[in-house]
T-cell receptor, first 112, second 118 residues
Framework: SQQGEEDPQALSIQEGENATMNCSYK?????LQWYRQNSGRGLVHLIL?????REKHSGRLRVTLDTSKKSSSLLITASRAADTASYFC????????????FGKGTLLTVNP | GAVVSQHPSRVICKSGTSVKIECRSL??????MFWYRQFPKKSLMLMAT?????????EQGVEKDKFLINHASLTLSTLTVTSAHPEDSSFYIC??????????????FGDGTRLSIL
């Protein structure tokens, strides 16, 4: 069943602007992960944040996690046309045999 | 590192044909592989979890006789769509977890297989 719910479903911005995507989930988690999917391709892992972490950075990516609100955000700074893709959050819960439960995704379009 | 190869990338075949999709971990041993199905502009739906040397665990609503999964080695899992029909047309993606890693590790995904049944 779907756990994560991304918001917004679609986002269109200009190159150089920042893009923020949000994800909410329902049950307790071990970690939350963000993946990117280019059209017609597989998923690329971007960043993993553990349940005891609040913020994590990787290059132009910044992820926050608020376990009290069961939500996470992904910020892409100084966006580029190559960042155009769908972005999914996915959660891993305890005792789940490491299964990922994906949200519905945000389609990000970065216009040159 | 951690490359997962999925083959074929695209299949077009007639209704009633059985189709096999391979998922290989190229540079690591994968004790667990996952098979997902994705509809256009939708999220990934987990179909089954495949553990090396044991029977796959299917998610609720997924027909195990329709979608046969074999994980015979630490580097290969296969998904066979038996007697495929147009409603089986979809994008199928596999992923793998490396042997010995704990919860806080990402999964590594293949590039997906676009299955079109005529």
């Amino acid at each position: 069943s779907q756990q994560g719910e991304e918001d917004p479903q679609a986002l269109s911005i200009q190159e150089g602007e920042n893009a923020t995507m949000n994800c909410s989930y329902k049950t307790s988690i071990n970690n939350l992960q963000w993946y990117r999917q280019n059209s017609g391709r597989g998923l690329v892992h971007l960043i993993l944040i553990r349940s005891n972490e609040r913020e994590k950075h990787s290059g132009r990516l910044r992820v926050t996690l608020d376990t009290s609100k069961k939500s996470s955000s992904l910020l892409i700074t100084a966006s580029r046309a190559a960042d155009t893709a769908s972005y999914f959050c996915a959660t891993v819960s305890g005792g789940s045999n490491y299964k990922l439960t994906f949200g519905k995704g945000t389609l990000l379009t970065v216009n040159p | 590192g951690a490359v997962v190869s999925q083959h074929p990338s695209r299949v077009i075949c007639k209704s009633g044909t059985s189709v096999k999709i391979e998922c290989r971990s190229l540079d690591f041993q994968a004790t667990t592989m996952f098979w997902y199905r994705q509809f256009p502009k939708k999220s990934l739906m987990l179909m089954a979890t495949s553990n090396e040397g044991s029977k796959a665990t299917y998610e609720q609503g997924v027909e195990k006789d329709k979608f046969l999964i074999n994980h015979a080695s630490l580097t290969l899992s296969t998904l066979t769509v038996t007697s495929a029909h147009p409603e089986d047309s979809s994008f199928y993606i596999c992923s793998a977890r490396a042997r010995g890693v704990w919860d806080n590790q990402p999964q590594h995904f293949g590039d997906g297989t676009r299955l079109s049944i005529l």
